[in-house]
């Protein structure tokens, strides 16, 4: 398989729509030496899906959406373009009452088998 450089994030959700059973969709664009890229789908929520990441970092760049962002004990008003950091080990969340769409970005690269998520509530997305 070719190594894919450019994507159109439109065009990935087009291509890949949240079912309305499931709450959240990862479609993973790539998996770097140093990073991985995916775009994050999100149904509107009822409530914040916080956790944390042991050994990654992660940017999202909120795409559509509005609502807010909870890391570590502050809350942040973000809507459509705004660049959000989660250093590792901080807990973080998003909470949108709208349906949401996300790029997120982790490093070093996200291992898909064994997902460095800890979840405080236990209640994990997967």
């Not at 990073?35 to 409530?47: I, K, N, R, W, Y």
């Not at 509005?66 to 989660?86: M, N, T």
């Not at 909470?95 to 979840?119: A, C, N, Q, T, W």
């Amino acid at each position: 398989m070719e190594q894919q450089y450019v994507w159109n994030i439109a065009e990935v959700v087009k291509n890949n729509p949240i079912p309305d059973d499931r709450k959240l969709t990862r479609t993973f664009l790539v998996d770097g030496k140093y990073c991985t890229a995916l775009v994050v789908q999100a149904q509107p929520q009822t409530e914040p899906f916080i956790h944390a990441h042991r050994e990654h970092d992660e940017f999202l760049y909120v795409l559509q959406g509005e609502g807010w962002a909870y890391i570590g004990d502050k809350k942040f008003e973000v809507k459509a373009g705004d660049l959000v950091y989660c250093p590792v080990g901080v807990q973080h969340g998003f909470f949108m009452p709208v349906k949401g769409v996300r790029l997120s970005i982790y490093g070093p690269p996200f291992d898909r088998e064994h997902p460095d998520r800890v979840v405080p509530s236990g209640k994990d997305l997967v």
